[in-house]
Each structure stands twice: as C-alpha cells, then as structure tokens.
C-alpha cells in the first residue's frame, strides 16, 4: 500500500543513536521524494518524545519511520498503545546491536530503504507487556539488565556492542548474585537470570527460541547460575546456537509470567534499564503492522 495521507511520510530520527547519519537520512528522503512520497524528517530532542509523536491521535502521516535503535522502536510502540489507528511502522537501522532489524531482515542501504517504505508491504508485529510497558524483543531480571544500567552512555556511544563487553566484565567480578522466583502459568522455577522473549534473538545475531517477532507467543529463558564460568559456558552455548541444551538452561513458551526476588534485582526491556523486579509479563494479541520484506 502506498502511503497516502497527503503521500507523507515522517521520518523520526533520534541523533543521539549509534550510528546516526544525517547524510543518510537525507539520501534516504531525497529517493523517497523521487519516488513520490513527500517525507517529513522530526529530529528528537528529548528521551520520550518519539512516544509523544506515536500517541499523538492526529499524527497525519500512514507510514512513520523510525530511525534510531531497538530502544526508540520501543518507544513508539509505547506511543502506539494510545493511539485509536496507529500508522505503519518502519524502522531505518540506527543504534548499537538493531536486534529487530536483524529479525526481520531489514536492507542497510538508503535505496533499498526507500524502495522498502514506498512499496508498503507489511508484516503484523506482535510484542509483549512487562508491568505494561510493551517489548518487542525481551524483558529481562539479572545479570543482563544489570549491565544495561550500568553501561555509561558515552562508552555506547563510542564503542557500541562493545561497551556492553566492557562493563559486563568489570560487573561480573564484583557484583554479588541474587535468587529470582519465576512462575510460568502457575508453575515455580528458579533461577539467577530470566529473559522473556518476543523474538529468536538475542543481543545481536543469537538464537536462543524459536519463533519471532512476527509470530505470537513468548518465550522464557531461565538460567540456574551465573557466576563468571557458568556465564562464560552459557555464552559459549549461545554462540553455537545452542543456550536450550546448555547444563541449567531452560527454555519453555509461556503466557503470563512473574520474576520475583526478595530484593530489587536490576530489570531491562529492549535493551535499555527498566527498574528493577517485580516483573509481570504477559502476551497481548495486539499488534502493529511493521514494513518488512
């Protein structure tokens, strides 16, 4: 479907994203204004403000292109949620690991962008609620999360994915463990690390369930230990592919979900810090549509 409403299409960039190119983003509108789609490009100023955009009940746009990371695309599916008929989504791949990208096999090139929004092609994008916030890729309580609050925002933007190497090594060495309680549909487990997943990967190229963002259903990933050689052994399983059949993995689908701990463990979704437990999780039947080969 071609984007009417006028033939706009807006572009909501975030500047302070990994990667970002305004030369890109102009070769991109100036194909797509070729193509004849008039393009607005919106350049955030705030944290927030891409939800504000997304919730705004009379955005007059069909097709809003995000171009930032996987955490501004969480954005706006948080706008979405109180918008009556929210617009098509489409995502130029800004930010530091573009999980949601790589899920869905989205181009890198400007031309091919351009082509993929004018084309208008959609896939339906289920997603997840932690204490209703939606997730389109995990929600997670433990060692994870943990390192995602404590990366400084400057290392990410200097060194990217590595940073979260960094700071995952000078946290894994002094942090003290703590124990999660996680019920899955009525059933208790326990754990040191939980992640609830909406899609097959995980921090990058991954595999650690099956399905996708594009299928319904989530998955949970419980891990019985995490210190330094159990983390190690599971990362070398999840390099293989293979974190379902490591020694004290657990990977089961679930509805509705609790992580629970007798203190505040640290809590992430999508990549970025999200207070800490207790975490309700469940599925939702909504979704939105996403512009996607």
Known sequence: MVPDMAGKVLIVANPTSGGYSAEFLDDVRNRLEDLGCKTEIRLTRRAGEIGDI?????????????????????????????????????????????????????????????????????????????????????????????????????????????????????????????SLKVILDGEELTGKLAVASNARHYGGPFVICPGGATDPGLHMLVLERDDPWSSFCYGVALLMGRIHKAKGALVRPFKTASILATGAVAAQVDGDPFGATPLEIRQTDKTVPILAP
């Open 54 to 178: 997304c919730a705004d009940p009379s955005l007059p746009v069909q097709t809003l292109v995000v171009a930032g990371g996987d955490g501004s695309v969480n954005e706006a599916l948080t706008g979405f949620q109180n918008h009556p008929a929210p617009p098509q989504l489409g995502i130029i791949p800004f930010g530091t690991a573009n999980v949601l990208a790589l899920e869905l096999g989205l181009p890198r090139n400007a031309k091919a962008i351009a082509e993929l929004i004018r084309r208008g092609k959609t896939r339906q994008l289920h997603y997840g609620l932690a204490n209703g916030r939606p997730f389109v890729l995990m929600a997670s309580a433990g060692f994870d999360a943990e390192v995602v609050h404590a990366v400084p925002l400057s290392l990410k933007r200097r060194l990217g994915k590595l940073a979260y190497v960094i700071t995952a090594l000078r946290t894994g060495f002094k942090r003290k463990s703590a």
